[in-house]
Each structure stands twice: as structure tokens, then as C-alpha cells.
């Protein structure tokens, strides 16, 4: 007579634990995509719309805002801040500031942190940190900043630079 034997059991497989950072990374490059196809859903979608009797020619420029935040951490708090001085008295690349009052973004940052120079230059950290994750080689903010074309690139980086500064409680 055949007597069959228990099958063993094999040992049960286990995720990678991915750390915090790595999560973090992989939600951000899913949200990137996310943005995409919305940003491209939005162009498709109006490209029929006229403005004012007559069809657009040109893509609209949408700018990226964050929204209020109650729970905003200083840091992120001041980076908003900043941001949102740029987009009023405009962009400034090749200075601190010119004769319109445009500012540049460490000046944003310095008039926005009120004379607080210690969190002006960790917000300063934060951003520069933000633009060399997704320009690698860059050495400076206003070295980076020199070489923009518009405002929209300066305005996304604060707002990485903030969520940033909120997803780590600075």
C-alpha cells in the first residue's frame, strides 16, 4: 500500500519593506503621471473653447498652486509664502530684484521669513534640495535659476520644496 507524505508547506514569500523615502519616491512618481494625463486631459479637452469670439492659438499656461494649509509647517509655511510673492511681484532671474520689483527666489524667501534668517536658510535648503532631485548637477539656487525661461519651473520647485518641508514636519 502507498501512503503519500504531507506536502510541507514552503515558507511564505515576504514583500520588500521599502523605507519611508522609498514610499515617498514611488508615490511621487505616481502623482508625476497622475498630473500628466490630467494636465493633458485639460489641454484636449479645451481645445476647442474660444476666448473672447476667437479660438485659442496657443496652449493656456496653467499654474500649479498649493492649496491653503491649515497644518502648514513653518518652513513649508514660508516657502507658500515666498511662492506666492513671485507669482505677485513677479519673477526676477538674472538679479536679486530689478526696478519692477520682480524678486528672485532667495529674495522671496528672505522677505517673506521677516528677519528670521534661520528658517530663511533652512527654506533655502529645502528648495535648493528640491531642485537638484529633479535637476541633478545643480550646485545653486541661483545658478538653476539663471538658466529658467519662465516662472512655472521656479514656482513647481517651491512647491516640492513645501511639500517637502510639510511631509517632514519642518
Given at each position: 500500500?502507498?501512503?503519500l507524505?504531507?506536502?510541507?508547506?514552503?515558507?511564505?514569500?515576504?514583500?520588500?519593506?521599502l523605507?519611508?523615502?522609498?514610499?515617498?519616491?514611488?508615490?511621487?512618481?505616481?502623482?508625476?503621471?497622475?498630473?500628466?494625463?490630467?494636465?493633458?486631459a485639460?489641454?484636449?479637452?479645451?481645445?476647442?473653447?474660444?476666448?473672447?469670439?476667437?479660438?485659442?492659438?496657443?496652449?493656456?499656461?496653467?499654474?500649479?498652486?498649493?492649496?491653503?494649509?491649515?497644518?502648514?509647517?513653518?518652513?513649508?509655511?514660508?516657502?507658500?509664502?515666498?511662492?506666492?510673492?513671485?507669482?505677485?511681484d513677479?519673477?526676477?532671474?538674472?538679479?536679486?530684484f530689478?526696478?519692477?520689483?520682480?524678486v528672485?527666489?532667495?529674495?522671496?524667501?528672505r522677505?517673506?521669513?521677516?528677519?528670521?534668517?534661520?528658517?530663511?536658510?533652512?527654506?533655502?535648503?529645502?528648495?535648493?534640495?528640491?531642485?537638484?532631485?529633479?535637476?541633478?548637477?545643480?550646485?545653486?539656487?541661483?545658478?538653476?535659476?539663471?538658466?529658467?525661461?519662465?516662472?512655472?519651473?521656479?514656482?513647481?520647485?517651491?512647491?516640492?520644496?513645501?511639500?517637502?518641508?510639510?511631509?517632514?514636519?519642518?
Amino acid at each position: 500500500m502507498t501512503t503519500l507524505a504531507p506536502a510541507q508547506a514552503s515558507p511564505p514569500t515576504v514583500a520588500p519593506v521599502l523605507d519611508f523615502e522609498a514610499r515617498l519616491a514611488l508615490t511621487l512618481a505616481e502623482m508625476d503621471g497622475r498630473c500628466r494625463t490630467a494636465v493633458l486631459a485639460v489641454d484636449i479637452n479645451s481645445a476647442h473653447i474660444a476666448v473672447d469670439g476667437q479660438e485659442l492659438t496657443a496652449p493656456l499656461q496653467l499654474t500649479p498652486t498649493l492649496a491653503p494649509n491649515p497644518q502648514a509647517t513653518p518652513i513649508a509655511g514660508l516657502l507658500q509664502r515666498a511662492r506666492q510673492r513671485i507669482v505677485t511681484d513677479g519673477w526676477c532671474r538674472d538679479a536679486i530684484f530689478d526696478e519692477q520689483g520682480a524678486v528672485c527666489p532667495i529674495r522671496a524667501i528672505r522677505l517673506e521669513a521677516s528677519g528670521n534668517r534661520r528658517l530663511a536658510d533652512d527654506a533655502c535648503v529645502l528648495l535648493l534640495e528640491s531642485i537638484e532631485h529633479a535637476f541633478p548637477g545643480t550646485n545653486t539656487i541661483p545658478s538653476w535659476n539663471a538658466g529658467q525661461t519662465s516662472a512655472q519651473p521656479v514656482l513647481l520647485q517651491f512647491d516640492q520644496a513645501a511639500q517637502l518641508a510639510h511631509s517632514r514636519g519642518l
